[in-house]
């Protein structure tokens, strides 16, 4: 037997924005028959609005240190540079730079409650680059 997942959940003081947020980042949209609301304890987005999914429960305590966990992104349809720009005009912001010369490497960031995660280099970039 094996478990499947259900979701990653992340601990917010909004989770409303974050979930706003990682739907800009990700494409993932809410259910159709559960919309998300500014009101709500958690909100839930997903790839096909079903499972499995990022799910983000308000807390009242803020982020104190760094993720044990954290998404890897890697972008489907631009550069990993040109993905790092659009993550920052959304409200990310970049916390450590891995980005080689001879294009290999990613970039560390975090979202606007300060989660990090990190963006790799696309499909594409990972044939032309060793």
Request: hydrophobic share 30%.
């Amino acid at each position: 037997m094996v478990s499947r997942i259900n979701q990653v959940t992340f601990d917010c003081r909004d989770g409303y924005a974050q979930s706003l947020f990682w739907a800009e980042v990700t494409g993932y949209i809410e259910h159709p028959d559960e919309p998300n609301a500014p009101e709500h304890e958690e909100n839930y987005i997903s790839a096909d609005g079903r499972r499995p999914g990022l799910l983000f429960i308000n807390v009242p305590e803020g982020k104190e240190v760094k993720n044990r966990l954290h998404l890897d992104l890697s972008p489907e349809d631009r550069t990993r540079d040109e993905e790092v720009e659009r993550l920052i005009a959304l409200g990310a912001t970049l916390v450590d730079d891995h980005r080689k010369p001879d294009g290999t490497g990613w970039a560390t960031m975090a979202d606007p409650e300060g989660n990090e995660f990190c963006v790799e280099r696309s499909d594409k970039e990972r044939e032309t680059t060793p």
